[in-house]
T-cell receptor
Framework: GESVGLHLPTLSVQEGDNSIINCAYSNSASDYFIWYKQESGKGPQFIIDIRSNMDKRQGQRVTVLLNKTVKHLSLQIAATQPGDSAVYFCAEFVSGGYNKLIFGAGTRLAVHP | KAGVTQTPRYLIKTRGQQVTLSCSPI?????VSWYQQTPGQGLQFLFEYFSETQRNKGNFPGRFSGRQFSNSRSEMNVSTLELGDSALYLC?????????????FGSGTQLSVL
């Protein structure tokens, strides 16, 4: 069946450290992936995306890595700040599924001062 | 540019009632998708509309329905509410011009069924 999962449900880091959030996906036909950040009381906020023809994409303080061989995604956050505390979701689009996203379970990132 | 707007923000209903939720997409966006978020099941796709037509549908019972108007605004309806329908209902919009687009989410409608 279709599924996108996360290895770590909760990640605690010190302010200033780098964070790495991992995600495994099961559908080899997926060709587009998005990371979302969700803060309490808000909807998911787009962070960064990557298409299946890429291995790496960088944004401001964030990097997404895609390993299609093992169907694995990771989100790296540099110099983690208290404002980064939230739940992070990876999501995949299945080719031809229009805008149907399959979300992972989510990882809670807690940043400690 | 205004983001995705969902109303109402909170709703309390009782079992057996029906409810209608509203979503106004970002200006210029023609695709609207709906998702249900619960602690147990996470975020699950309900359906997606484009040009007033449902293009894709998730695995939810027929009690869940939706529609889209000519101005791209969308509504979803849940009839004969059950306790398990308590959830955050999220709407997302995108341009709708192709597959695999960035989806932008609203803050959701928190539905509680008593």
């Amino acid at each position: 069946g279709e599924s996108v999962g996360l290895h770590l449900p909760t990640l605690s880091v010190q302010e200033g450290d780098n964070s790495i959030i991992n995600c495994a996906y099961s559908n080899s036909a997926s060709d587009y992936f998005i990371w979302y950040k969700q803060e309490s009381g808000k909807g998911p906020q787009f962070i960064i995306d990557i298409r299946s023809n890429m291995d790496k994409r960088q944004g401001q303080r964030v990097t997404v890595l895609l390993n299609k061989t093992v169907k694995h995604l990771s989100l790296q956050i540099a110099a983690t700040q208290p404002g980064d505390s939230a739940v992070y979701f990876c999501a995949e689009f299945v080719s031809g599924g229009y805008n149907k996203l399959i979300f992972g379970a989510g990882t809670r990132l807690a940043v400690h001062p | 540019k205004a983001g995705v707007t969902q109303t109402p923000r909170y709703l309390i209903k009782t079992r057996g009632q029906q409810v209608t939720l509203s979503c106004s997409p970002i200006s210029g966006h023609r695709s609207v998708s709906w998702y249900q978020q619960t602690p147990g099941q996470g975020l699950q796709f309900l359906f997606e509309y484009f040009s007033e037509t449902q293009r894709n549908k998730g695995n939810f019972p027929g009690r869940f329905s939706g529609r889209q108007f000519s101005n791209s605004r969308s509504e979803m309806n849940v009839s004969t509410l059950e306790l398990g329908d308590s959830a955050l209902y999220l709407c997302a919009s995108s341009l709708g011009t192709g597959n695999n687009e960035k989806l932008f989410f609203g803050s959701g409608t928190q539905l509680s069924v008593l």
